[in-house]
């Protein structure tokens, strides 16, 4: 069964680190983009960081830019978000997707452009 597997969620205080993973156990996916994205209760999803297929290009949101880090291991068919600093307004759900190549990183950030699948999504509350 084709899906993205997000795991490292959790409870962590503010200023503390998290590393999410997005993991493809059934498909290769160095052909996609890799996003990932978040939905906090009773607001819109939003882009986090994405990065290209190749790993070249990356895209981060102004919120999370130097705080966050995107990165992947194709050889893992894994993709890395590491956080740190964390902050209670970056408590959300937290999905990654993958994404047609040949949309740019930020398109795919900023308008959820080219998506073809979700992850369940993981849970990382930020809170003292």
């Known amino acids: 069964q084709l899906q993205l597997v997000e795991s490292g969620g959790g409870l962590v205080q503010p200023g503390g680190s998290l590393r999410l993973s997005c993991a493809a156990p059934?498909?290769?996916?160095?052909?996609?983009?890799i996003g990932w994205f978040r939905q906090a209760p009773g607001k819109e999803r939003e882009g986090v960081s994405c990065?290209?297929?190749?790993?070249?290009?990356?895209n981060y949101a102004d919120s999370v830019k130097g705080r966050f880090t995107i990165s992947r291991d194709n050889a893992k068919n894994t993709v890395y978000l590491q956080m740190s600093s964390l902050k209670p307004e970056d408590t959300a759900v937290y999905y990654c997707?993958?994404?047609?190549?040949?949309?740019?990183?930020?398109?795919?950030?900023?308008?959820?452009?080219?998506?073809?699948?979700w992850g369940q999504g993981t849970q990382v509350t930020v809170s003292s």
């Open positions: 990065i290209s297929s190749s790993g070249s290009s990356t």
């Open positions: 997707a993958t994404g047609r190549r040949f949309t740019s990183v930020q398109a795919m950030c900023d308008q959820s452009l080219g998506i073809v699948m």
């Open positions: 059934a498909f290769t996916f160095d052909y996609y983009n």
